[in-house]
């Protein structure tokens, strides 16, 4: 298993809900109350990204994490054109 994995299981499992969220056509942009729609309807998506934001920020969260981030608003700028 990835260290990563291991040592940010809160971090990870909030990620996951991310995609989760992204793959039932959510996006990276939007008000910070809004949930995670139906299927997760107590997930905070924009909440989640601005402590994300704020976090890096401060310089907490770890280069794995970063770059996870990174590669989500990259490719949705592409989804985006």
Known sequence: MD?????EPD????????L???AAGGTLHGP???TGGEADPTFRPGTWLRKQAKARTEGK????????LDALTRHAETVAG
């Open 3 to 7: 260290e990563l994995w291991r040592l």
């Open 20 to 22: 989760a969220y992204l």
């Open 32 to 34: 910070a109350n809004r």
């Open 11 to 18: 971090w990870n499992r909030s990620y996951r809900r991310l």
């Open 61 to 68: 969260l770890t280069e794995q994490q970063t770059a996870l």
